[in-house]
């Protein structure tokens, strides 16, 4: 599925990070625990990876972070958003991750293409998190990021992520056949 670039309207520089409930921080390497408990609930990777389904390794985590930190156009943790003391906001519970790569290896960044991909936590889903994130993402590619088409791709069995494209108006470009065992 698709989403080409259309107009949207720039946010304050302060606020750019933030949107209604959340806030988007870069993964910490002292967040990383947090990240593989993301990764490791079952239905996280497997709905986001045509993969064989398999606990998770420390290993293949660690390659995970590492090679999302390096290529990723963006790929934060999502946090709901508390407020200090004084009133400011800050980051409370990381409730799941986002991320914008380029679409393979052989895509090269001057086609200002890029595909999406995000995880919640079981718990924070179907309460309108991944909606939010999701509009937040696609506002910072079309609008800060000079990016002109975002691409995805979900199993045909993932019915909330496909509902979820379709509300925010991705476009159905094509589908694989038996593509993965399942
Ligand atoms: C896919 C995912 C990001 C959606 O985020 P979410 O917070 O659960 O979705 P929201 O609450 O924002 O719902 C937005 C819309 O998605 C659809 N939706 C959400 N959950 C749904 C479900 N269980 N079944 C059908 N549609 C659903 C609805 O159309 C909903 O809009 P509506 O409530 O106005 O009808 C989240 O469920 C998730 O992290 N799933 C596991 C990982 C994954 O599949 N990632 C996507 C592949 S990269």
């Given at each position: 599925m698709t989403l080409s670039n259309m107009k949207r309207l720039p946010r304050p520089v302060n606020t750019l990070f933030v949107s209604e409930k959340l806030v988007y921080r870069s993964v910490q390497m002292s967040d990383l625990d947090i990240f593989y408990q993301i990764i490791s609930e079952p239905g996280c990777m497997e709905m986001g990876h045509p993969l064989i389904s398999r606990p998770p390794t420390q290993k293949s985590m660690d390659h995970f972070v590492e090679s999302y930190q390096k290529k990723a156009l963006i790929f934060v943790f999502i946090w709901l958003q508390e407020k200090s003391e004084n009133g400011h906001i800050i980051a409370g519970k990381p409730i799941g991750s986002l991320n914008m790569s380029p679409p393979s290896l052989q895509a090269r960044e001057d086609h200002r293409s890029t595909s999406f991909s995000i995880w919640l936590l079981e718990e924070y889903r179907g309460k309108g998190y991944g909606e939010e994130a999701t509009n937040w993402a696609v506002d910072w590619a079309f609008?800060?990021?000079?990016?002109?088409r975002i691409e995805l791709w979900s199993f045909s069995f993932n019915e909330a992520a496909i509902r979820l494209w379709e509300k925010i108006g991705f476009k159905l470009e094509g589908r694989k056949r038996e593509n993965v065992w399942f």
């Open positions: 609008i800060y990021a000079g990016v002109h």
